[in-house]
């Protein structure tokens, strides 16, 4: 792409590029970041694009960003994302909000039979026959001046968004899925997703799995007090400790400052500074009342003839995810699969609370799965097709 974008670096300028986008029904938007070193996000870059005019936003060097937050906030203006998640965690931790409406052109693509979380670059080339250029993928974007390549491949990013949308959307329409997207994007268009309580903050902790309902409550603590320094040092949490050094404390049934010495993952520097701060949080956690302690879901116990059923569940589902020209582990998952088939041999009470069960997956493929596991359809193979085909028995 040629050099069709324009450079914002001062509050001027910055002003009436927004005068100028805030004429526009569709914005796409795309934003340059790194974390590696901090917590939060370091906001680099911002690409806003109309069908019209598309500008590469400097936020390192402009202090008040107000112009562009009303455009984000503009309820008459549709704002569209390649894989929203960490674009709108930024937008919600400068402005104070999210986005709103909102159009994810990656949630957009799965409804549309393309496959879970595609690349940007992936979706380009499927849709627009064109290949965009991968060298600056890993750019130092915080480095300035930025160069003519950055500038274009950022600017690409939404120039190439606008006709993505365009052709996302029609098919949408077309096939009646376009509730279906607002129903997906509602965890994405919540400020509760962006809101991390550190008190949850154990949930994150790779292992937690694995642990007993009394070591949960030690490992809610601990992680609780690493996530507030990791915040408020602004440094990832691994710099503050690891997750291993995290579930080995977790499963201690004693701690003190010579045992800390003998962990693996635990350096001299970390249990110097912060040795008494973890003690005491673990010991928080010891003295946790059992009827505090968290509960980990329970895990299932399939029902004899389990698998037999989830093979034939599985076979309608591909059917139907076929038919529907849509990726069958989107409506599905295979660990919900087995849960109904495990329910399918008493079905007593209610079906289990599973996603294939709520909103538009329900009416795709959901009800067919629960007349099936009642015997209210079956599955054949066509002698003319030699394909699997729904009946329905009388």
Request: charged fraction near 25%; proline fraction near 5%; charge should be negative.
């Amino acid at each position: 792409m040629s050099e069709n974008y324009t450079y914002i670096d001062s509050p001027d300028s910055l002003k009436q590029a927004c005068g100028e986008l805030a004429k526009a029904s569709v914005l796409c938007v795309d934003t340059e970041f790194h974390r590696e070193k901090t917590y939060y996000a370091h906001f680099a870059l911002l690409q806003i694009a109309s069908r019209e005019k598309c500008y590469v936003i400097d936020p390192t060097a402009i202090d008040d960003l107000a112009p562009v937050w009303e455009l984000m906030h503009n309820e008459n203006i549709l704002k569209v994302f390649h894989a929203a998640r960490q674009d709108l965690e930024i937008i919600m931790l400068e402005s104070g909000g999210l986005p709103s409406p909102l159009f994810d052109t990656q949630v957009a693509a799965a409804l549309l039979g393309y496959g879970q979380q595609i690349g940007f670059g992936n979706l380009v080339q499927r849709i627009l026959k064109k290949e965009l250029p991968k060298q600056e993928s890993f750019s130092d974007w915080l480095a300035r001046p930025l160069t003519s390549k950055q500038l274009i491949y950022a600017a690409d990013d939404v120039i190439y968004l606008m006709p993505i949308y365009q052709h996302l959307e029609e098919q949408l329409q077309a096939k009646g899925r376009r509730e279906w997207l607002l129903e997906e994007q509602e965890t994405l268009s919540s400020d509760k997703t962006y809101l991390i309580d550190q008190h949850e903050a154990y949930w994150r902790v790779k292992g937690v799995n694995r642990l007993k309902p009394r070591q949960l409550a030690i490992l809610r603590e601990l992680a609780a007090w690493r996530e507030h320094h990791a915040k408020h040092k602004n440094i990832p949490r691994r710099r503050i400790v690891g997750d291993d050094p995290l579930i080995d404390l977790a499963k201690k049934d004693s701690l003190d400052i010579n045992s800390m010495n003998r962990m693996r993952g635990l350096t001299d520097g970390v249990i110097k500074r912060f040795g008494n701060e973890m003690i005491a949080a673990w010991e928080k956690g010891v003295n946790c009342p059992e009827e505090d302690w968290p509960k980990l879901h329970p895990r299932s116990y399939h029902t004899s003839g389990t698998e037999l059923r989830q093979e034939l569940l599985d076979t309608l589902l591909r059917l139907k995810a076929e038919e529907e020209s849509i990726a069958a582990n989107i409506l599905v998952s295979q660990q919900e699969l087995g849960a109904l088939a495990s329910w399918g041999k008493h079905r007593k009470g209610e079906p289990p609370e599973l996603s294939v069960l709520r909103g538009w997956r329900r009416e795709l493929v959901g009800n067919d799965l629960l007349r099936l596991i009642n015997g209210e359809i079956s599955l054949r193979i066509n002698p003319e097709t030699s394909l699997p085909e729904i009946i329905t028995l009388s």
